[in-house]
């Protein structure tokens, strides 16, 4: 376990949390109005977000959960890099983040900071699973 969460649980919810970047990204790429799902749950949910994501992925084994990650993180890759420069760092381009923030500092903080963080604590499930052997 790491924390409340065991890793496969973690992967869950970053996986949540790279669905929420696409609709982002793709807003910023699409010349149509985008539907953006995930990350309107995430700001009318709140914390409650994060279980709710968590729990649609317990069925899932953690191979599945684990491409599901990767693959949307690849997709990610792909739209960050059609973004334009200028765009990425353009103050209040995210409104409801703060007129003086543009979407690298978004990013950054939620997405970066955020894996950091949690592979902190997998890191720590894997240094402890060292030391006792399994569970």
Request: proline residues 4%.
């Amino acid at each position: 376990m790491c924390g409340v969460w065991s890793v496969k649980e973690i992967i869950a919810h970053l996986a949540s949390f790279e669905h929420m970047l696409v609709d982002l990204l793709t807003s910023f790429v699409s010349r149509d109005p985008v539907a953006t799902t995930y990350l309107d749950q995430y700001q009318e949910m709140g914390l409650a977000f994060n279980d709710r994501q968590v729990a649609l992925r317990k069925d899932k084994t953690p191979g599945q959960v684990l491409a599901e990650y990767r693959d949307t993180q690849a997709k990610n890759m792909m739209l960050i890099a059609q973004i334009p420069v200028e765009t990425m760092r353009r103050a209040g381009a995210l409104p409801w983040y703060g007129m003086e923030y543009d979407l690298e500092d978004f990013i950054v903080y939620t997405f970066y900071g955020h894996k950091r963080e949690h592979m902190a604590q997998i890191n720590v499930f894997k240094d402890t699973f060292k030391l006792t052997g399994p569970m």
